[in-house]
C-alpha cells in the first residue's frame, strides 16, 4: 500500500551541500540517504516529498558535517498480506514467474498462476495443461500477495493468482464476457 508519512529526525548533511539553501540541502542529503532503502517497518522510500521543517543546525567536534533537526515527508510502498497489486512479468521461470509491481519485484509460485496444472514450455512461458492458457513474459497481471518476509531486503513478496477476479487480465475479461452472456440467457 502507498502512503505519505512524516517523519522527524535529525538529517546529517554532507559538506558538499553547504552552498545550498539549508532546506535544499537537507532534501538533497535525503535523496542521497534514501535512495534504494527498505525497511520493514517503513517500506520502500520511493521520494522525498518535501522538507516540512528544519531546525537550527548542529556542529560535533571532528565531524565535517551539520546536523539539522528536522521533519520530512515520504512517499513510501509498504506491501500487505491480501492486498490486490496490477503487475507486469518480467521473467518465466520453470518454478513460477517474476512479477514487477512498481517498487517492488514479487513471485508467483508454478502452482498459483491458475487452476490447472502447468508445465513451462520451451517458449519461455507457463502453459495451462486443460485449459491451454499461456503466462509470459511481459503480460499484464492482478495478483494478491499471500506471503512477505523480511529476512533479506529488499523484502521477498509471494502472490497468488488462484482466485476469483485474478490473472492475466485477458482471463479475467473473457470470465466476464462468460459471466455477463451466462446471465444474459438466464434472463431468457
Known amino acids: ?42 517500506g520502500v522510500v520511493i ?8 531546525g537550527e543546525g548542529i556542529l560535533i567536534p571532528g565531524d565535517p558535517a551539520a546536523y539539522y533537526d528536522s521533519t520530512f515527508r515520504f512517499l513510501v510502498y509498504k506491501p500487505e498480506l491480501q492486498e490486490l497489486v496490477y503487475g507486469q512479468i518480467s521473467q518465466i521461470t520453470n518454478f513460477g514467474a517474476f512479477v514487477n509491481i512498481g517498487a517492488l519485484e514479487a513471485m508467483i509460485h508454478i502452482s ?9 514450455s520451451k517458449s519461455g ?48 475479461q473473457e470470465e466476464k464476457r462468460k459471466s455477463s452472456a451466462v446471465k444474459k440467457e438466464k434472463k431468457k
Open 47 to 54: 521520494a522525498v516529498l518535501d522538507v516540512v521543517r528544519v
Open 112 to 120: 498459483q498462476t491458475m487452476d490447472d496444472y502447468v508445465s513451462f
Open 125 to 172: 512461458a507457463l502453459i495451462g495443461r486443460n485449459t491451454k492458457r499461456a503466462l509470459k513474459k511481459g503480460d499484464l497481471c492482478i495478483a494478491r500477495i499471500i506471503a512477505i518476509s523480511y529476512k533479506s531486503l529488499p523484502p521477498k513478496i509471494g502472490l497468488t493468482m488462484r482466485q476469483p477476479g485474478l490473472g492475466k487480465i485477458e482471463w479475467i
Open 1 to 42: 500500500m502507498f502512503n505519505i508519512v512524516e517523519i522527524d529526525d535529525h538529517v546529517r548533511v554532507e559538506p558538499e551541500l553547504f552552498n545550498l539553501p539549508v532546506k535544499e540541502a537537507v532534501k538533497k542529503q535525503l535523496e542521497k540517504d534514501y535512495s534504494d532503502y527498505v525497511d520493514e517497518e517503513l
